[in-house]
C-alpha cells in the first residue's frame, strides 16, 4: 500500500498481518523465524482524487443510513443507497451518487465497510465509524435561539405534538430532550428541539415563547440540512424525536452533561442494535 495508517496497523496487527508501505514502513513476521518493524518515515504522496469532506450535510445523510440502528446488517450498494432516500417519510433529499462514491470509498479505504460476496457492501466497525463522524460532524451549523415558555412538561407536550401534527420533517425533540426519551439518563430543565425556518413563528406563537439572552426553557436548532429529521423516532403519544443516532452525535457536541448523555445513549440503544446484527454473522 501507498501508506498504512495508524488505525490500519492496528487491524493488521489484530488479524496477525503483515504489512509494509512504500515509504518503507513495516511490520512483517514468519513466526519464530524473524520479525521486522520499521516507523516514522514519511508517507509516499501519490496524486490521486480527494477524499470526500465528511463535514458536508451531504456526506452526514450517508453516514447517518449506514449507522441508523433501524438499518443494522443492512446490505447495501451505492445505488441503493441514493435510492433509500427517495422512499423516506418524512423526505430527505438523496446525496448524489457521485458524493455517495466517494464516501463509500474512502470509509472502505479505511476498513470501516466490508465488501460482500454479492458486490454489495455492509458496515464493519459501526462504533469507529461513529466516532469518526463525531470528530467531523459541524454542530454548529445549526442556529441556536434560546426562548422561554411558562408552559410545562404535558402542556408543551401537547401543544408542540399539536403543533406537528401534518408537518412531519419540520420539528422533533433533540438533544437531551430526544434522550430522556430514548435513553433516560441525564436530567436537565430544559427542551430541546430541531425546527425548521419557516416553522419557528408558528411555534413561538402556540407554545406563547419570547427571546431570551439567558434563563432559557426552550433551546430551538434550525438546522442547516433537514437530514437531521431522517428516520425519526415516532409515536403517537408525543412528539417525534430524532434518531438515536442523530441524537447521539448532538449530545456529544451540546456542551453540559452531554458527553454522559450520549455514553448512555451508545450503551443503550446503539450498542445492542449493532451487536445482535454481528452475533448473527
Known amino acids: 500500500m501507498p501508506h498504512v495508517s495508524p488505525r490500519m496497523a492496528s487491524l493488521c496487527q489484530a488479524n496477525n498481518w503483515s504489512w509494509f508501505d512504500l515509504a518503507g514502513n513495516c511490520s512483517v513476521e514468519i513466526p519464530g523465524a524473524f520479525l521486522i518493524e520499521r516507523s516514522g518515515q514519511e508517507p509516499v504522496r501519490i496524486d490521486s482524487p480527494s477524499g470526500p469532506n465528511l463535514t458536508s450535510p451531504e456526506a452526514a445523510r450517508v453516514v447517518r443510513a449506514l449507522l441508523a440502528p433501524e438499518n443494522a446488517g443492512e446490505r447495501w450498494t451505492q445505488r441503493e443507497i441514493v435510492a433509500h432516500f427517495d422512499n423516506l417519510t418524512p423526505a430527505v433529499v438523496a446525496p448524489s451518487l457521485a458524493l455517495v462514491n466517494k464516501v463509500v470509498q474512502h470509509l472502505r479505504d479505511q476498513a470501516f465497510l466490508e465488501p460482500l460476496p454479492n458486490r454489495g ?62 435513553a433516560p439518563h441525564v436530567r436537565q430543565p430544559r427542551t430541546w428541539l430541531y425546527v425548521t425556518a419557516n416553522m419557528e413563528e408558528e411555534l413561538k406563537k402556540t407554545v406563547e415563547a419570547k427571546e431570551v439572552d439567558s434563563g432559557e426553557n426552550l433551546v430551538v436548532l434550525i438546522p442547516e440540512d433537514t437530514g437531521v429529521f431522517y428516520r425519526l423516532d415516532l409515536s403517537q403519544k408525543r412528539l417525534a424525536c430524532t434518531n438515536p443516532v442523530q441524537t447521539y452525535i448532538d449530545l456529544v457536541h451540546a456542551g453540559g452533561r452531554g458527553e454522559e448523555a450520549a455514553e448512555a445513549m451508545l450503551q443503550q440503544r446503539l450498542k445492542p442494535a449493532w451487536i445482535g446484527v454481528t452475533n448473527e454473522r
Open 121 to 182: 457492501f455492509r458496515v464493519r466497525d459501526h462504533e469507529g465509524l461513529l466516532q469518526l463522524w463525531r470528530q467531523h460532524y459541524r454542530f454548529d451549523r445549526s442556529v441556536r435561539r434560546r426562548y422561554f415558555t411558562l408552559l410545562q412538561n404535558r402542556a408543551l407536550n401537547d401543544r408542540l405534538s399539536a403543533l406537528a401534527t401534518g408537518a412531519q420533517g419540520d420539528i422533533a425533540y433533540s438533544a437531551f430532550s430526544a434522550a430522556d426519551i430514548q
